[in-house]
């Protein structure tokens, strides 16, 4: 058996699992209604098996991505408590971007388009093959990015799999970080601090909306140079 096909092998049991839960999802509502607090209502239907159901649903956030991982992290915290619910979630998505990053490296190009615009393709993939390390441990920093879709992109140049692995283990887990934090403590912080820390979101999540473009394009223009 061929190497390649053995691979392929290895990841069909994530592929199918990953599928099955995909399907289940969209007869629910969670789809469209992807609030951490609709997320920790859903997965807490599964007890005793809550901690299985939301790592195939955090690994599937990053191999599909019909849900931000930020959220489901923060639903890990409201769960599970702030380490667990991160354990999971670092588990999940380390998990995930190798497996989308390994599908790229053996279907090449044919996998790549199925979730990857020309768009995007066109925007980053040059950079992370003239750039690479520096430029991928820039895109996971920062939250201005779509980094599962890099994983995506990085599979299909000559980065090796061992160095992409030490990459996304020692930038992504610091989002998720902040955002299982955030959920694990949103019921134990007093009154008087949840309209302030209201506020700073919402101030943070306006400014990312105002600013993100423009850093990500000053970030995309310095590498092209």
Request: aromatic share 12%; charged share 15%.
């Amino acid at each position: 058996m061929k190497p390649k096909t053995k691979k392929l092998l290895l990841l069909l049991p994530v592929l199918l699992a990953v599928t099955a839960l995909l399907m289940y999802l969209r007869s629910n509502d969670i789809l469209t209604n992807y609030s951490a607090e609709a997320i920790r209502d859903w997965v807490d239907q599964f007890t005793p098996w809550g901690e299985l159901v939301f790592f195939g649903l955090q690994l599937m956030s990053v191999i599909i991505a019909p849900i931000p991982s930020n959220v489901t992290a923060a639903a890990g915290g409201l769960l599970f408590g702030f380490p667990q619910g991160f354990l999971i979630t670092i588990a999940a998505v380390v998990l995930g971007s190798c497996t989308t990053f390994s599908l790229a490296r053996l279907l090449g190009q044919d996998f790549a388009q199925n979730f990857v615009s020309r768009k995007l393709s066109a925007r980053y993939l040059q950079i992370i093959q003239r750039k690479r390390d520096s430029f991928l441990v820039l895109v996971f920093l920062f939250p201005f990015f779509p980094d599962d879709i890099i994983c995506i992109l990085a599979g299909l140049t000559d980065i090796p799999f061992r160095r992409f692995v030490a990459i996304v283990l020692l930038t992504r887990p610091w989002g998720l970080l902040a955002a299982s934090a955030l959920g694990g403590t949103a019921f134990s912080i007093p009154i008087w601090a949840i309209p302030i820390a209201a506020l700073a979101l919402a101030l943070l999540f306006y400014l990312g909306l105002k600013y993100g473009d423009r850093i990500e394009a000053a970030i995309v223009h310095h590498f092209r140079k």
